[in-house]
């Protein structure tokens, strides 16, 4: 299993364009928000009386941050669990079936070299993030934050290579796989509320949003990269406008989530991930296994 798993990190890390545009994507990310949406979001908060601008734009800015590191859990990895198209595409995999290396090892080597990817692409998106924030006049985040990000990150990860590796295990041509990581790459920014705020979405799709898995990574991220940020920007203001306020603002920005009458607390998210993981995982083994027979 490890030495499969070698043998797909190799094959991944050879491809320097593949591993470039990576990157890539995320500094698009940035930069998109940066020139377009940045300030149009620091804007709104112009009718909250006493908070502090620049304390919105590193607000605005964590919060970003936090929505792409959710976001990379899925498009790397999707990337990473590219090899087994190719492998199906290359008739490779017959060449698996014919080894005595078993079922399970090989889809434990696919699933262990995506995660793998998938952290160390997550871990470079944190740092080139938090390089932006302080950048822009924020700051880097506590230690303790730091190491809960990372925390999160490997939990978002496998959640996010379950979820991918069920995907996948249908495709068995590059040019459809192509075409679906095109849409999933489109798709994955609203519905996880990067590119719009939770807030400022119809309701129907602001409830789609909520109960998609990878969401509530986003969430979990959002309270982490954002508890700094909410007081300096509410420093100075009336109890009785940032009591009523923040309230308000971290649910229209996806930090707290709501479902009907239910108010998602982080142990439930932390729960949906683990539960996430396990159940895509289980479907993606059952459906390779399945075809395979």
């Not at 620049?54 to 090899?83: H, N, P, Q, R, Y």
């Not at 729960?271 to 993981?277: F, K, P, R, V």
Request: aromatic share 12%.
């Amino acid at each position: 299993m490890i030495l499969f798993a070698k043998r797909n990190l190799k094959l991944f890390f050879r491809d320097k364009s593949s591993v470039f545009f990576s990157v890539l994507a995320v500094l698009i990310v940035i930069g998109l928000y940066a020139f377009f949406l940045g300030n149009q979001l620091v804007n709104s908060f112009d009718n909250v009386s006493g908070i502090k601008i620049e304390g919105t734009k590193f607000l605005m800015d964590s919060w970003l941050i936090a929505g792409i590191l959710a976001v990379t859990s899925i498009s790397t990895t999707l990337g990473a669990f590219g090899v087994i198209v190719d492998d199906k595409a290359k008739k490779i995999e017959k060449d698996f079936r014919c080894s005595p290396v078993s079922r399970s090892s090989i889809a434990g080597g696919y699933i262990i070299s995506a995660f793998v990817i998938g952290v160390i692409m997550s871990v470079i998106a944190f740092a080139v993030g938090e390089l932006y924030i302080v950048a822009s006049g924020g700051e880097i985040l506590p230690f303790v934050s730091i190491l809960k990000v990372l925390g999160m990150i490997l939990l978002t990860v496998l959640a996010g290579s379950s979820m991918m590796f069920f995907v996948v295990s249908f495709f068995s041509s590059t040019n459809a796989f192509a075409t679906a990581s095109t849409v999933i790459g489109t798709l994955i920014g609203f519905i996880t509320g990067i590119y719009l705020p939770v807030g400022s979405m119809p309701e129907s799709v602001a409830t789609v949003v909520k109960i998609f898995p990878i969401s509530h990574a986003a969430s979990i991220f959002r309270k982490i990269f954002m508890e700094v940020p909410f007081e300096r920007s509410f420093d100075g203001v009336p109890a009785m406008v940032s009591d009523v306020a923040i309230p308000s603002i971290r649910e229209e920005l996806g930090v707290d989530f709501t479902i009907g009458s239910w108010e998602v607390s982080t142990l439930a998210s932390i729960l949906i991930l683990i539960a996430t993981s396990i159940l895509f995982y289980v479907l993606g083994i059952a459906v390779i296994s399945r075809k395979k027979r």
